[in-house]
């Protein structure tokens, strides 16, 4: 009964005003530093951890993002709530490692408006759409319990202590988790590292059962990793090939590359070495997304002498260095890049012979802040010239892969056709989903005759002969793309849409979060404080996480969409804050009129100043001061006004309900960033503005 009690009360008792009042100040700051650390890294540890083991759920990273913002935001109303029973965090956390590790939940996705590689091949055994609601239940409720505990320590110091000493714990948390990207250390650390900062904050009457469950917690974590390697974007397997030599690699569950023979690879791969005459075969090649090296193999088979191989993910890189069959990696004539493939293109000033895009079918987001994949700005038409500008006056351009939609193909040919001017050349081919090559590029007049064609169903001219791997040709010839289709540019960075629209599998589960979100508001925040709900900090988080969306994808598009890049733009915005907060603190900002002034005018900079401006920049490091500037100079002003309002909580609405308001404000941000997917990128800009101007107004509303 006793050890009944404890686990009620561990529910029940996070910070009890009695414990406040006794605790020092120094022990109260330690704390809210902790807690703070605490919520980002076991945010982190979530978005990295669950799509791991949820297969396809690394589409929507985001929807995790959001779930921890509703679920901190949440927990902090609840604060005031003095009978408000919720399960203890090493409770919830054990309850999430069994649940998502102990059933191979499989996401389905049943839509023509966007496609998922992978999915319609799989959707007889998928969970169905109810998946993504009850992992974003999830998501929210763990973090539930440590938004309460900050709930009820952010009341104990000056508004602006606390506040930087929550940026300061979240500062230190992305700190971390770039060390654990950095070292790739497994998840048996990260949930160990969550539990010994758990225990530091709880009373020692806890720890029995809190060790037990992160214990068995971390446990099941360190049992269903065994014979994994983690990278920083995936969750990697290897197995066996049962009937030839060499391996498959998993990404989250996913079949994603093959380690085999050369002679083991589908036709399409040789393609453009078929067409090509002796006289004008290439002899320097840049394969971007080389992955674990067959791309590589191949080129080095065929007789190239200089091969530039880009790959983003170090560890498919390390594994294809190590256990590839051919050994490509090891050939001096190849030289390989760890980077995003657009900022190589952007970046360098080589000549090539032959660039391949080879599969770069990524299966994940880069951020839980925005909808782009890793090789969303590879896929553009500003990419697609910046290849073109890389070729030799003879080059070829080649974009291979299992496009599995028909549409899809067409919007690429289309793509091409904008870019050089010309109809590419395109061979479709059947059997394993809708495999095709696009070839384009001046060398596409040194080859064969029939090249020129019409594209036409039923036509073969194919070479190579491999029994088992030769898929049936389909059509070959000149394609004309679907003008009806919409163009991927930078500003709109979705190749698998074919059309700007918001999905329907968007609006369906956007819709199931805002019914569960309503519900936990309504559930945990004590009745006589709603109306003490401030609009104007929920309109300041809005506003904030829509303008940090953009600030990370724009850095995407211009630096690379590496967890490098991602990290180092989170550490700098929190920076930022942090300088706003020493300001305010030690300045009195009277006309705050001004800041708002300013904050607008700099985003309608940001709105009118193309990004191709900004790519034009040669030199890296100017590139980066300049673009640094302009992008952040929005968001510290933004800083200055929370914090300039945030000082103030003080003397009205508590640091506790204004903040969060603001993180409820910074999840219906997430909820806005979804509009990208019609409007594009800048347009998040226009919502930014008006949501500032909303807040402007509710602020002068509430200072009356």
């Known amino acids: 009964m006793s050890l009944i009690n404890m686990f009620r009360d561990m529910g029940l008792i996070y910070w009890t005003d009695e414990r406040l009042q006794s605790a020092n100040k120094r022990t109260i700051r330690i704390q809210l530093f902790l807690i703070s650390f605490l919520i980002l890294f076991t945010e982190l540890a979530l978005i990295r951890w669950i799509p791991s083991n949820v297969r396809y759920l690394g589409f929507f990273l985001n929807f995790i993002l959001m779930a921890t913002f509703l679920g901190m935001g949440t927990g902090i109303l609840s604060s005031r709530r003095k009978n408000l029973w919720l399960p203890p965090f090493p409770f919830v956390v054990f309850l999430t490692i069994f649940f998502v590790s102990s059933n191979q939940f499989i996401l389905d996705i049943p839509s023509n408006e966007v496609l998922y590689y992978g999915i319609s091949e799989n959707s007889q055994d998928s969970e169905g759409f109810w998946l993504l609601p009850l992992m974003f239940i999830i998501s929210a409720v763990t973090i539930l319990p440590l938004g309460r505990t900050l709930g009820r320590l952010l009341p104990a110091l000056p508004p602006l202590e606390a506040y930087a000493l929550d940026i300061g714990g979240s500062l230190t948390g992305i700190a971390a988790f770039f060390m654990i990207s950095f070292f790739s250390i497994p998840p048996v650390i990260w949930f160990t590292l969550i539990a010994l900062v758990y225990l530091i904050t709880r ?11 992160f214990g068995c917690g971390v446990f099941v974590v360190w049992f269903i990793s065994v014979g994994t390697i983690w990278s920083p974007y995936y969750l990697i397997r290897l197995y066996d090939m049962p009937d030839m030599e060499g391996y498959m690699i998993s990404v989250n569950g996913i079949g994603h590359q093959g380690l085999t023979p050369t002679e083991t690879k589908e036709n399409f791969y040789f393609k453009v070495y078929d067409m090509l005459d002796e006289q004008h075969f290439p002899e320097k090649a840049l394969i971007i997304g080389a992955g674990s090296g067959s791309d590589v193999a191949i080129a080095l088979e065929q007789g190239l002498d200089e091969i530039t191989a880009v790959e983003i993910d170090p560890k498919i890189y390390q594994i294809g260095l190590e256990l590839h069959p051919d050994r490509p990696y090891q050939d001096p004539r190849v030289e390989v890049v760890i980077q995003d493939g657009r900022f190589y293109l952007n970046d360098t000033e080589e000549k090539f012979d032959l660039i391949v895009f080879a599969l770069p079918d990524s299966l994940t987001l880069t951020s839980g802040f925005s909808s782009l994949r890793l090789e969303s700005f590879l896929l553009t038409t500003e990419s697609l010239s910046a290849a073109r500008d890389l070729l030799s006056e003879d080059g070829v351009l ?33 059997a394993w989903g809708r495999a095709a090559v696009l070839l384009s590029g001046p060398g596409l ?13 039923g036509a073969e001219h194919t070479n190579k002969n491999f029994e088992n791997f030769k898929l049936p040709v389909i059509g070959e010839g000149r394609l004309k793309g679907d003008s009806g289709l919409s163009l991927t540019i930078d500003d709109w960075p979705f190749v698998y849409m074919p059309k700007r629209t918001i999905p329907s599998v968007f609006l369906l589960a956007l819709g199931m979060i805002a019914v569960i979100s309503f519900a936990m508001v309504g559930l945990t925040q004590p009745k006589n404080e709603r109306k003490m709900f401030s609009w104007h900090f929920f309109f300041l988080g809005v506003a ?14 211009l630096f690379g969409s590496t967890w490098i890049v991602n990290s180092l733009v989170f550490f700098a915005i929190l920076s930022s804050v942090l300088l706003a907060i020493f300001i305010n603190a030690r300045i009195k900002i009277k006309r705050v009129n001004m800041l708002y002034i300013l904050l607008v005018a700099s985003m309608l900079i940001n709105f009118f100043l193309p990004l191709q401006i900004f790519l034009g920049i040669e030199q890296t490091i100017l590139r980066y001061l300049i673009a640094s500037f302009v992008a952040f100079l929005p968001i510290f002003l933004a ?22 308001a603001n993180l409820l404000g910074a999840m219906a941000g997430g909820v806005l960033e979804y509009t990208a997917l019609a409007a594009g990128y800048q347009a998040l800009l226009l919502f930014a503005v008006g949501a500032y101007l909303l807040a402007f107004v509710f602020w002068k509303q509430e200072i009356r």
């Open 445 to 457: 007049d040194f080859m064969p005759e029939y090249v020129n064609e019409p594209y036409l169903e």
């Open 544 to 557: 904030f996480m829509v303008l940090e969306t953009r600030s990370l994808v724009t850095f995407s598009l």
């Open 398 to 430: 080649v974009m291979y892969n299992y496009y599995r939609e028909e549409w899809l193909i067409q919007k690429l040919a289309q793509m091409l056709e904008v870019t050089f001017g010309e109809e590419p050349y395109v061979a479709t081919y059947g």
């Open 639 to 660: 800083n200055m006004i929370f914090s300039r309002s945030f000082k103030d909580t003080d003397k009205g609405n508590g640091a506790d309900t204004a903040f969060g």
């Open 203 to 213: 009373p020692g009457s806890e720890l029995l059962i809190s060790i037990s469950l």
